[in-house]
């Protein structure tokens, strides 16, 4: 069965402080890993989507990186506009022609001033 | 420019009831989606359409029903509503079934 999880579930940071999140999935054959930001009382917001092991993909303070067994977001020097629950997706070959995402539980960062 | 829209925000309601919720995307995206966010911030697919024509139904009991009078609208339809149907509902659409999805900003459905 296709499976994604997400470590940790809960990160407390300081402003400045860099750490990175885990997304490790299982899936039979691998289409697309996608990685979302979703704030308190709001839908989640695309950051990115990897396609291949080694492929790399940055938007300010964020890194996301690829390997067969999981993704990593790394977060470089955060500040408390970062605080946010990060979500992450894949789209399965087992899914067939739909497209279909599967999201792991999600990991809820927390920067503090 | 809100590029996906869904109406109400909030809906508080009892059981027994039937409700709709209503989903808009200005973005000439081919698919839309439903998804339910539980308490524990867990988001499941529940359906998918694709040029109108449905290509995801997971195991959702038969009292929730999708329709799609074209393809920027995707409403839900729930019947006869029960307290576990509390929860957060999103809407998503996409460019195409295998590209990134984009989300509105939820309904909190509260069933009393």
């Known amino acids: 069965e296709d499976q994604v999880t997400q470590s940790p579930e809960a990160l407390r940071l300081q402003e400045g402080e860099s750490s990175s999140l885990n997304c490790s999935y299982t899936?039979?054959?691998?289409?697309?890993l996608f990685w979302y930001r979703q704030d308190p009382g709001k839908g989640p917001e695309f950051l990115f989507t990897?396609?291949?092991a080694g492929e790399e993909k940055e938007k300010e303070r964020l890194k996301a990186t690829l390997t067969k067994k999981e993704s990593f977001l790394h977060i470089t020097a955060p500040k408390p506009e970062d605080s946010a629950t990060y979500l992450c997706?894949?789209?399965?070959?087992?899914?067939?022609?739909?497209?279909?995402?599967?999201f792991g539980q999600g990991t809820t960062l927390q920067v503090k001033p | 420019d809100t590029a996906v829209s869904q109406t109400p925000k909030y809906l508080v309601t009892q059981m027994g009831n039937d409700k709709s919720i209503k989903c808009e995307q200005n973005?000439?995206?081919?698919?839309m989606y439903w998804y339910k966010q539980d308490s524990k911030k867990f988001l499941k697919i529940m359906f998918s359409?694709?040029?109108?024509?449905?290509?995801i139904n997971e195991t959702v009991p038969n009292r929730f029903s999708p329709k799609s009078p074209d393809k920027a609208h995707l409403n839900l339809h729930i019947n006869s509503l029960e307290l576990g149907d509390s929860a957060v509902y999103f809407c998503?659409?996409?460019?195409?079934?295998?590209?990134?999805?984009?989300f509105g900003p939820g309904t909190r459905l509260t069933v009393t």
């Open positions: 998503a659409s996409s460019r195409d079934k295998f590209y990134e999805q984009y």
């Open positions: 899936v039979s054959g691998l289409r697309g």
């Open positions: 990897l396609y291949s």
């Open positions: 997706a894949v789209q399965a070959a087992s899914s067939g022609n739909t497209g279909k995402l599967i």
């Open positions: 973005l000439g995206h081919d698919t």
């Open positions: 359409y694709n040029n109108k024509e449905l290509i």
